[in-house]
């Protein structure tokens, strides 16, 4: 086949925040290298996003998802498309009790805080034209799942509500009640936490939560996890916008008014619900299956619409108003549509776990899968199948002490391709 070689390379180490990370660059820089000197890509034909340089285009949400639209819009049938992610992830429970196949939204944290979910990915990835492989690298946090609706080949996110679970230490969630309960349990431990005051975190079996999923590695180098709690992304969202009405109930809302057409398309069509849920009224309301839009959290979002409402709906709306939403079911966490026959995702670790930033006693930071990854293609220099290459990265990780577990989430017939190309 000799089609083209795209890359689109984003590292984010959030210089100069509470959020920062070391590794990013690192990974990314050495991923170049790697699809110039093994891949033979074209230099000019890889773009790199990172927020190392303030006079360079940065990576925020905009940026990333305009530069993917290109990625996927320009390929024609036999090319290969590449994007590998350093960065923090985090996951926004759904809003009405009713759950994709992991119970939130998974997503990637951009240097502005725009998020980008796994539905945007999904989507994405159902543009790449047939006899186009797509394939993306996630060293972040709760990666398991960023590819909405993919079939899982290796790892246990997809599977929590089965009883024949593959890794027996992994938590089970027994339908949305018990993962509604964990993120309230998760945010109670964030409001806690940023105010100083450390929880342990329980190690019981079948405890929904793993917020700080990897074990430190033997040495004396130094490890930070690669996910973004809820709390400290509420705080940055504050510190962006000056606004201190920002909750969790709000977020969604939150990031549609900071962003606007450059917010997630998944973010749009929430909104655009929720605007006629909230015109329907909470009497109004049908089936969205106990609490529903307005309960629990969702409480805190009514009160958040009415003061955007104001007589400016129609200006203050129009992206959302603009997106077209098939069934409803579309903006909660996620719905049960078609899978992405052409993409692949590695993921760094299990849904409910959190990737390692890493730091070695002589000072050179990467993430723990982006290192697993370049240390097995330097071993090996014929082909490394997408299987091999994830096996091969959880012996390799849970040998360096680390406990994240690694993902292969793709078509049954990419599970055996070489990893790229």
């Not at 994405?124 to 799942?145: A, M, N, R, W, Y």
């Amino acid at each position: 086949m000799g089609g083209r070689k795209i890359a689109l390379l984003v590292g984010i180490n959030y210089p100069g925040t509470k959020a920062e990370l070391k590794g990013c660059y690192n990974d990314v820089d050495r991923m170049r290298r790697c699809l110039v000197d093994r891949f033979g890509f074209d230099e000019a034909d890889i773009r790199v996003l990172t927020d190392a340089d303030r006079s360079a285009p940065q990576p925020t949400g905009a940026n990333i998802r305009r530069a993917l639209a290109r990625l996927v819009g320009d390929a024609r049938p036999g090319d290969f498309l590449f994007f590998h992610y350093s960065g923090h992830g985090t996951r926004l429970p759904a809003e009405t009790g009713q759950h994709d196949d992991t119970g939130y939204d998974e997503c990637i944290v951009p240097c502005d805080m725009n998020l980008i979910t796994d539905q945007d990915f999904r989507e994405l990835v159902q543009k790449v034209p047939e006899g186009c492989l797509f394939t993306i690298v996630s060293d972040s946090c709760h990666s398991g799942g960023l590819l909405d609706s993919a079939k899982e080949q290796i790892g246990n996110s997809t599977k929590q509500n089965k009883t024949q679970s593959r890794e027996p230490d992994e938590p089970r969630h027994s339908g949305s009640g018990s993962g509604f309960r964990s993120f309230l349990k998760e945010t109670v431990r964030d409001v806690f936490e940023s105010e100083g005051i450390h929880i342990p975190h329980s190690r019981r079996h079948g405890d929904d939560d793993q917020d700080d999923g990897y074990a430190q590695p033997t040495g004396n180098g130094r490890t930070k996890n690669r996910s973004l709690p809820l709390s400290t992304l509420i705080e940055m969202l504050k510190e962006q916008t000056g606004k201190d009405d920002i909750d969790v109930g709000s977020i969604r809302m939150t990031l549609f008014n900071i962003f606007g057409d450059d917010a997630s398309p998944k973010i749009k069509k929430f909104m655009k619900v929720m605007l006629g849920k909230f015109h329907q009224g909470q009497s109004g309301e049908q089936g969205s299956g106990g609490g529903g839009v307005f309960g629990m959290v969702g409480a805190l979002a009514q009160e958040f619409l009415k003061a955007k409402l104001e007589g400016k709906e129609e200006e203050a709306f129009k992206p959302a108003l603009e997106q077209e939403v098939h069934s409803v079911d579309e903006v909660y966490a996620g719905s049960k549509a078609w899978a992405p026959n052409n993409g692949i995702l590695i993921s760094g670790c299990q849904t409910n776990q959190t990737s390692a930033d890493a730091t070695t006693p002589q000072g050179v930071s990467f993430g723990a899968l982006s290192n697993a990854i370049q240390t097995i293609l330097a071993d090996k220099h014929g082909k490394v199948t997408n299987k091999d290459l994830v096996m091969k990265a959880r012996e390799l990780l849970s040998k360096q002490g680390y406990t994240q577990q690694p993902g292969l989430y793709c078509s049954d017939e990419h599970v055996h391709v070489a990893f790229i190309c």
